[in-house]
């Protein structure tokens, strides 16, 4: 394959090189072609005493070996050609190291300069352990090296730009570790170099225009590295490409048009970068083989091209992020192998139930798993044939839009959904019975809909349950005592419907809610179940805004992880249980409009995190304690307790006396009455606070994200939803 030129080193014959040696002397050395032939000449004693003694150092340099794959068995009482993880050849040399494979064994240590003095190595592998510090630079001797894979490690520095100089590599994968600096771009100059993978790095500068004359190049991936500038338009010139990764950078300016060109593409990511540009119309014609195209966060404008469903192997379309308008195509059903289809935050349009037809078609996609389509410009009836799609569907997302209709009984058909996701649409009707067929639901979320009527007492069928989310609609009829069968569930919310009756006590068997029971703004009559001290770990309680009555149970005392309690509005009585002392979590307390009585328990004072809490128009009495919350007029509200007296200044209370009925003066009665107005002003602005910052955290819940934070919320939701998507960004094919 190589000619002697390039591979001065494969040829043994003593012609040649005398050759070499004399062109050694003849030659001025600064010529890298030739220094790389001239290296024979420079380290000429490389025999297999050398190579054992490389691979010593090699071992000398590994800090923890837990299988003992290397410390045990890299001894005298075996040859190292048969060390483990070793390998000899060669026609003329058998006794020469040609292969170093050490993949995933767990190895700790740094890569030895020394290892270039394995002069005959073709492959080094050591991918998948926990190598540490730079590569060394002086690899670049090893003439015949032609795989290098050092990916999966946690090797740091830079990519040693003499690499370049190793004309025979076909393979350099260094993905999945720590490297900065630059891509080289003598990488141009490697005439055979098939693959060259750096994901997950932290690679800068820009992608160098001369890659395009590695025209052998099948594989580019630099996917997840901080790489700015352009894309070359060169790139477009690489005709053997099969997968383009250049997703999760910083790269801008448009995308060029030449990569439309690289007809052999089957995978095609650029997203999460600074990009912008459209999608061609002769998409699926120009890239008839491509199964992946990961094209989110890309400023793509423009319509979904209709010829998509020509490109036949298509299986991931992640065009989600973008600001991509007009119809979803009408033809996806074509694409018998797709299995996501994430077009979510986008400008796409449906109004007529032609424009809907792209649902009934997806019924030929027959392993579809993921259709994302939330926070889109969708609207007009939901058809029935949603109900059609293949029964392989794992996710279904159609938030944000203004779909119409209601869910057809047909739904259960689809049995292998885990997320059912259809929030702030204009749905309505009865929430299907056959719901409960589809056991393997994670998530229901159906948040600001129209729905009405019961919620069925199948949704206790549903034992995969974590999440469900009805609130903001008109469900009436009592709170199905089935869902205490829903093992796994961990929230709940129903608030802001018309659901009357009891607090089913079942609600309280599941002791695994633990982040929050949210029912508030309903018609529910009845006592808190002392059961609740079932919810040992929940973090939030929403009761308020309900017909509720009677006292707080004193169990409540056992739910210790609880942060928010939220009992305010009517009906309940008697005093704060002292159990509650034990509560040291709580953040926000709500126990406004009740008729709640007795002392303020001053153990509320200690509570380190409390911020918030609202005690008023109770008939509570007494002294107003001063530590904690109570020190910070905007946290607390004791307005209308007429008796109660002391606590800070700013409050204007009275004076604690012992001495009987307070009389008011008239000029203390004007105070009074301009100290509550200003009160009713803060304790507005404090409830559309706590109400927003409530909707927020809700929003955010139903995603794996920590974070409340508002700035970051928006992109982790779809950025989590991305890593899942994507597989972790891995675009093998
Ligand atoms: C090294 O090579 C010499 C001949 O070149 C041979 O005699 C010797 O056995 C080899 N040693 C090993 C460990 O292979
Ligand atoms: C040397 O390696 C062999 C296996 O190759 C192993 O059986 C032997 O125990 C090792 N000897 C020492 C002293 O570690
Ligand atoms: C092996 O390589 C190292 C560093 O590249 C060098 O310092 C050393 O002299 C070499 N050893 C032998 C025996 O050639
Ligand atoms: C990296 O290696 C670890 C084991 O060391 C393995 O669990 C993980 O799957 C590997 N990651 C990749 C991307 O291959
Ligand atoms: C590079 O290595 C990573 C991790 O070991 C692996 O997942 C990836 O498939 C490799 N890339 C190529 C092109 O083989
Ligand atoms: C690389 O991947 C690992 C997980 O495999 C991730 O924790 C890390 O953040 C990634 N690095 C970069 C630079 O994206
Ligand atoms: C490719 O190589 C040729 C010479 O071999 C050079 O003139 C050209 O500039 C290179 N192309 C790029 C894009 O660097
Ligand atoms: C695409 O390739 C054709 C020929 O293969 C060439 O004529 C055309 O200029 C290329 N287009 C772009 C945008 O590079
Ligand atoms: C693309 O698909 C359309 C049908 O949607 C078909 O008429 C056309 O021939 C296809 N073109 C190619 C190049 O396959
Ligand atoms: C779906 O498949 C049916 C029968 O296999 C076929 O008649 C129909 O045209 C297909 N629809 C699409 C959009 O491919
Ligand atoms: C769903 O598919 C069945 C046949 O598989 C068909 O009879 C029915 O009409 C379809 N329903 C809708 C709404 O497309
Ligand atoms: C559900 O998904 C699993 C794999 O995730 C698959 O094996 C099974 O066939 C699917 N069931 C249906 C009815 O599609």
Known sequence: MCSFLLCPKASSSTIIMLLLLLLFFIIPRHHHHLHVMSTPAIVPKHDNVTDRSSLLVFKSKISLDPHGVVFATWNDTLPFCRWQGVVCGGRRHPERVVSLLLTSRDLVGTIPPHLANLTFLRSIDLSSNNFHGPIPQELSRLSRLQYLDLSNNSLNGIIPSELGHCLGLHMINVSFNKIGGYIPSEFGSLPSLYSLDLKNNSITGQIPASLANASFLNYLSVTCNQLSGGIPPSLGELSALKVLGLSFNNLEGSIPYSLWNLSSLESLGFGMNQLHGSLPRDLGQALPHLTHLYAYYANLHGTIPISLSNASQLSMILLSNNNLNGRIPPNLGRLRHLRQLVLGDNQLEAREPID???????????????????????????????????????????????????????????VNLTEFIIHNNSLSGHIPASIGLLENLHLVDFTFNNFSGEIPSTVGNLSLLNEIYLDFNSFSGSIPASLGNCKSLEYLDFDQNKLTGIIPKQLFSISILSKGLSIAENQLTGMIPPEIENLINIEEIWLSGNKLSGKIPNSLGKCQVLEVLSLDRKFFEGSIPTSLSTLRGLQQVDLSQNNFSGKILTFLGDFPFLHYLNLSFNNFEGEVPRKGVFENKSEISVLGNDNLCGGDPVLHLPICAFSGPKKKHKSQKLAVIISVFSGFLGLFLLFLFVAYRRWICQRSRRRPIKNCTIKEQHISISYAELVKATNRFSEET
């Not at 037809?357 to 044939?385: A, D, K, V, W, Y």
Request: with cysteine; glycine share 8%.
């Open 356 to 414: 809907w037809s792209f649902l009934t078609s997806l019924r030929n996609c027959t392993i579809l798993e993921m259709l994302l389509m939330h926070q889109n410009n969708i609207g007009g009836l939901l058809p029935n044939s949603i109900a059609n799609i293949s029964s392989t569907l794992q996710m279904l997302s159609m938030g944000d839009n203004s779909i119409e209709g209601s869910i057809p009984p047909e739904i259960g058909n689809l």
